[in-house]
Nanobody, 113 residues
């Protein structure tokens, strides 16, 4: 059974940093592109960042220069490194494996003073 599990969310002050991780069981991330999405209360789900199978990365304009996505092939995990966090970054963050129906359950990120 394939399962994606996110972790690393929490409460952080504006300007702070968090690193989210997404680990797959029954699925090898090195064989897939992965995207991070987020959804804030009352808002539509938003694509935050993508990493293609070939290693190309893309970011939403709202997070460019602050967020970085990376793959650890040894741990078979994908990470979203988030810096200079803002209250508008508050949302549930989920990972998705391209070309599949597999999503994680999400991890809450709250940016608040």
């Amino acid at each position: 059974q394939v399962q994606l599990v996110e972790s690393g969310g929490g409460v952080v002050q504006p300007g702070g940093s968090l690193t989210l991780s997404c680990k797959g069981s029954g699925l090898i991330f090195s064989y897939y592109g992965v995207s991070w999405y987020r959804q804030a209360p009352g808002k539509q789900r938003e694509l935050v960042s993508s990493r293609t199978l070939g290693g190309r990365t893309d970011y939403a304009d709202s997070v460019k220069g602050r967020f970085t996505v990376s793959l650890d092939t040894i741990k078979d995990s994908v990470y979203l490194h988030m810096n200079s966090l803002k209250p508008d970054d508050t949302a549930v963050y989920s990972c998705y494996a391209h070309g599949t129906s597999y999503w994680g359950q999400g991890t809450q990120v709250t940016v608040s003073s």
